[in-house]
Nanobody
Framework: QVQLLESGGDLVQPGGSLRLSCAAS????????MGWFRQAPGKEREFVGG????????YYPEFTRGRFTVSRDNGANLVDLQMTNLKPEDTAIYYC??????????????????WGQGTQVTVSA
């Protein structure tokens, strides 16, 4: 079974950038579509970007497109989330997650079966 561990969360000023990493253990990592989600207090968990198993395709919802970039290194079992032009409303706990389904399938949280524990991102002056 794959296990996921996020790192890189921090306090950052508005307009700043931050890179989160997710380290995976287990041999099936390269079979997983990987997604990044976030959850702010009192809000539902939402998808912020994803990448296909071999890293060829990515997908972002409109509110992160152009600011967030997901990448992966299957040789190192890593998937990253690069965030730029951060806004206070980006404050949340960020999670990486994996699903054994193509990227083109729904990116609702319930489709992702493997989750990390999350890392806190706070955007504030």
């Amino acid at each position: 079974q794959v296990q996921l561990l996020e790192s890189g969360g921090d306090l950052v000023q508005p307009g700043g950038s931050l890179r989160l990493s997710c380290a995976a253990s287990g041999r099936t990592f390269t079979s997983l579509t990987m997604g990044w989600f976030r959850q702010a207090p009192g809000k539902e968990r939402e998808f912020v970007g994803g990448i296909s198993a071999i890293g060829r395709d990515t997908y972002y919802p409109e509110f992160t497109r152009g600011r967030f970039t997901v990448s992966r290194d299957n040789g190192a079992n890593l998937v990253d989330l690069q965030m730029t032009n951060l806004k206070p409303e980006d404050t949340a706990i960020y999670y990486c997650a994996g699903k054994f389904l193509p990227l083109a399938t729904s990116n609702r949280p319930e489709n992702y079966k493997i989750w990390g524990q999350g890392t806190q991102v706070t955007v504030s002056a």
